[in-house]
């Protein structure tokens, strides 16, 4: 059962071999920095040139291998600084909006991602090359 204004995320991740990946230098990115208060609550402030976008995120059980319900409530900058003040664990990532989907550049992780519409949308994409084994 999907919870109330909840919206359908499918999913698809993978890891990336760094010697397989374009040029970013010109690639639009994103600075993310998360505190996860649980394993599906999250706490997430996005810079992308010039702006700043603050949310809470949960998200729900998987209903299949690829989709499971989210919710997202967008924050005050006040707010997020309230909820950061909570226990959790803090996680600082690059996102790179390539190929369709993105690329998330961690301390210690190459992911890259792609949502879907459909499952059989999600079911027939064939990733990029840099994509290697499926999360």
Request: charged residues 25%; hydrophobic residues 35%.
């Amino acid at each position: 059962m999907t919870p109330k204004y909840a919206l359908i995320e499918i999913e698809r991740r993978w890891l990336v071999d760094a010697d397989q990946l374009p040029d970013l230098s010109e690639v639009p990115v994103s600075e993310i920095e998360d505190r996860y208060i649980s394993v599906n609550l999250r706490v997430r402030k996005v810079t992308r040139v010039g702006a700043v976008t603050y949310k809470m995120t949960r998200k729900y059980e998987f209903l299949s291998p690829l989709s499971r319900p989210i919710t997202n409530l967008y924050l005050a900058e006040e707010e997020y600084h309230s909820l950061m003040q909570l226990p959790g664990t803090n996680i600082h990532k690059r996102r790179y909006h390539i190929e369709g989907g993105a690329l998330d550049v961690g301390d210690c992780y190459l992911v890259f991602e792609h949502e879907f519409s459909t499952q059989e949308e999600a079911a027939s994409y064939v990733p990029p090359a840099f994509a290697g084994q499926e999360l």
